[in-house]
């Protein structure tokens, strides 16, 4: 299971679906990202490496606004999701977030039962027709999030009283009802144990099929296993982007080279 | 020796120990602290509150215990012969402390010397003496209650030096004996330690004992009322007519129906906009504005009360007057109404219910808020669905607790909803409350063991009872959301 960067994606022809161009995040003074340029593919799994505090969390959260809730962040630049930029002033930040789903890096169920915990998104957005209907999103969810089998019997206990992976899992199912286009995953698997870790890994390779993922992680084997396309941050900077294969076997750059063999970070 | 100088003289004893007792264990360790077991601070410290905790403990006892022994020597030696027919043993009492008070008041002005104090005789120029003091007596002094006086003085001049004596000689010791023990090996820091628990676990105490003192009292006078007056009828009369030349209704319910009216009114004007307020400021409002609006909000809450009566009596009265009154609808006599003091007691309550649901609202952690957007809600499906549920427990216990408040609130009352005991639906009828009651059935001339001055003790116990009720109501609903929630 965890043999070396292999498993050649027959990567087709794709369409961009997120473009950003010399994007810039600061927090007060702090420059947190500086001047990142990243194209992330329809139907494609692009994974966020790099050393902690390096800002990956920082730019997966420019790519659904949630730094809008930040006081102290400004941010620069520009992000095209289906060729529109999602800062303009036409843009409603609500309607981008249904689209651009957001698993955070700390588990955050809401105080409310499992069930409504997973029928909270599909509610607001008057996804199900009736409540057969959304009984059955709310399973369907949480089977994708491999937490079905753990909560089936007690879909009416809180979501707060689940242990930490369960509720990190809870949060992937909350956030995959959505339906959403476009996944955000910051360290979804920090909190899980192997089997959980290869069954969400199952769920990130499904979801391929028809959105796009992107996914912040601290493993490389992770990244290799479930991405096509890494980008490694350091400092702020992206300093490579590319192939998983070939920033994982033949990185161009010796940051990089230095932070998957482990020398840095 | 007055109490004030002898705590004085104990805290600079204390003060002095701290400085010797770190002398001491630093010069024990030949002046390497590094030896010592414990930081010199704490051998002061020690050698302090050796001298300072015992002594100020025995003047707190002493001070409490030596009144209660005087009057209960002196009332057993009155006679049952110098107790008038219309008086009882109390009342001879407080004449027996105020020819005593009156005496030493005479003494330490120089009317009278120490010696003539002493010797007096009972005719009639003692109270004529007393009276050039400021010290005026009902009546003449009778020769059993001058005796009784001047037992009380030499009972209260011996307690006090014994007192003095005695204090002296605790602090003294408890001085000698930590500066004993003050050796490097010696630990200071834990022996400090369990003192300062020791002086955190009395404050406790003393706090819990003065409300059981409190609520005791209540109880007994409550008891001594149902004596006179049957309970049943204070509970279940619908009229309140209280006389003091005696055949008075003591009836409840109508000051508890006027009570809960304001109160609901108020509360109808107070919780909504004190939430609303607390939301559009935790959620909505920018740092700048938040920052000029919280602290005008919360200057509300510092006006005093008396104020609120004042604008509830003199302006809103008479503005709702001129709207449902005789010349508008028709419906209001006087501008005196359960409507004003209701208004002006939820204008009251605002500040409270705002500033109290900021905090709670504030206490919902920002992963909450994150979590909702991230799935596309919009600000407000977010407060509604996620935030207020969260905040609900917090919010219900500010409720509740506004609750207590509109129900124990007076100077509002008083003023703006007139004197009034009645049971009507009107809210524009004047009507009163249980508190207002309580004012004026125990101001004027009251005699304090009638029926009509110990309903009081009655009514607020009542009143206790029905805030505790709120409180422990308030404390089950947080435990239920609790448990469902985390
Ligand atoms: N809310 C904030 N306010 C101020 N500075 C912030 C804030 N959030 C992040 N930063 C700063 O921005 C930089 C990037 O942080 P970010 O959370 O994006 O790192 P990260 O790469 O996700 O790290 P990790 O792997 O530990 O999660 C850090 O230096 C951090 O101190
Ligand atoms: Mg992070």
Redesign the interface.
């Known amino acids: 299971m965890y043999d070396a960067p292999n498993r050649e994606m027959k990567v087709d022809q794709k369409t961009t679906k997120i473009s950003a161009r010399g994007v810039q995040v600061y927090y007060g003074d702090t420059h947190a990202i500086k001047d990142v340029d990243v194209d992330i593919e329809d139907r494609t799994v692009t994974a966020f490496i790099g050393p902690s505090g390096c800002g990956k969390s920082t730019f997966l959260r420019c790519l ?1 606004r ?1 730094n809008d ?1 930040i ?1 102290v962040c400004r941010v620069k630049g520009e992000i095209k999701l289906d060729g529109e930029d999602i800062y303009d002033k036409r843009v409603d ?7 651009v ?2 698993v ?1 890096q ?1 588990p ?5 039962s499992i069930y409504d915990n997973v029928a ?2 599909p509610r ?2 008057g996804l199900a027709r009736d409540k057969a209907d959304l009984d059955e999103i709310v399973e369907r969810a949480l089977r994708r999030g491999a937490i079905w089998n753990e909560v089936k019997d007690r879909l009416d206990a ?1 979501g ?2 689940l242990s930490g992976g369960q509720q990190q899992r809870l ?1 992937i199912a ?2 995959v009802a ?1 339906e959403p286009e476009v996944l955000l995953m910051d360290e979804p698997c920090s909190a899980l144990d192997p089997i959980a870790t290869a069954q969400v890994e199952e769920l990130i390779d499904e979801l391929r099929e028809s959105y796009s993922v992107v996914i912040v992680t601290h493993s490389m084997q992770q990244a290799a296993r479930v991405s096509q396309k890494t980008a490694f941050f350091h400092l702020g900077n992206l300093v490579e982007f590319g192939e998983t294969g070939q920033i994982f076997t033949n990185p161009q750059d010796s940051r990089t080279e230095s932070y998957i063999t482990g020398r840095i970070g | 020796m007055p109490v004030f100088w002898l705590v004085l003289i104990v805290g600079a004893m204390a003060l002095i120990g701290y400085g010797l007792g770190r002398a001491r264990a630093l010069k024990s360790a030949g002046g390497d602290s590094r030896v010592l077991h414990s930081l010199p601070s704490f051998y002061g410290a020690n050698v302090a509150l050796s001298a300072l905790v015992p002594a100020l403990g025995l003047v707190l006892v002493w001070l409490i215990a030596q009144p209660l022994v005087i009057n209960a020597s002196i009332s057993g030696d009155i006679p049952q012969s110098a107790i008038p027919e219309s008086s009882t043993l109390s009342l001879v009492m407080s004449d027996v402390r105020r020819v005593a008070d009156g005496l030493d008041l005479a003494v330490s002005q120089g009317v009278l010397s120490a010696d003539a104090a002493k010797t007096l005789s009972a005719d009639g120029t003692i109270r004529d003496t007393l009276g050039a003091v400021g010290v005026a007596l009902g009546s003449d002094v009778t020769p059993e209650i001058l005796s009784a006086a001047q037992t009380y003085r030499t009972m209260n001049a011996a307690g006090s030096w014994m007192l003095t004596a005695l204090v002296l000689a605790l602090a003294f010791g408890g001085f000698v004996f930590a500066m004993s023990r003050t050796k490097a090996e010696f630990r200071a820091r834990n022996v400090v330690e369990s003192g300062i628990r020791v002086l955190l676990v009395a404050a406790a105490s003393i706090a819990i004992l003065t409300t059981l003192g409190i609520v005791l009292s209540l109880i007994f006078n409550t008891i001594e009322f149902f004596k006179l007056y049957p309970a049943s009828e204070f509970f279940t009369s619908l009229t309140w007519a209280p006389s003091f030349g005696g055949g008075s209704e003591l009836g409840i319910l109508p000051l508890l129906w006027g009570t809960l009216y304001i109160s609901i009114i108020a509360l109808l004007v107070a919780v909504p906009i004190g939430l609303f307020a607390a939301i559009y400021l935790s959620e909505y409002a920018s ?1 700048a504005v938040r920052g000029v609006a919280k602290p005008l909000i919360e200057i509300l809450a510092g006006i005093p009360t008396i104020v609120y009566g004042l604008f509830a009596l003199l302006t809103v009265g008479p503005l709702l007057l001129q709207v449902f009154g005789d010349e508008g609808l028709g419906w209001m006599q006087a501008g005196t109404a359960v409507m004003t003091a209701g208004l002006v007691m939820g204008v009251m309550l605002i500040p409270f219910v705002s500033s109290l649901s900021d905090d709670i609202i504030n206490a919902v ?14 600000k407000s ?1 977010t407060i509604r ?2 935030i207020l ?2 905040a609900l427990p917090g919010i219900v216990g500010a409720i509740l607790l506004a609750a207590s408040r509109a129900i124990g609130e007076t100077m509002i009352v008083v003023l703006g909803a007139g004197a009034a005991a009645r049971l009507s639906m009107n809210p524009f009828d004047a009507m009163t409350t249980v508190t207002a009651k309580i004012v004026s059935q125990l101001t004027g001339d009251a005699d304090f063991a009638s029926p009509e001055a110990l309903v009081a003790f009655a009514l607020g116990m009542t009143l206790f009872v029905i805030t505790l009720g709120l409180n422990i109501f308030a404390l089950y609903i947080v435990r239920k959301y609790r448990e ?3």
């Open positions: 659904n949630m809730t006081d930040p609500v309607q981008l977030r249904a689209k789903g957001m955070f700390k955050n169920p809401f105080p409310k909270y998104g607001i957005h809180p707060t009283g949060c909350r956030a959505t | 740092p952690p920002q992963a909450m808020r994150d979590g909702s957007y991230g799935l596309g809600a919009t499906e669905q996620v549920p969260a469902q929630y985390e």
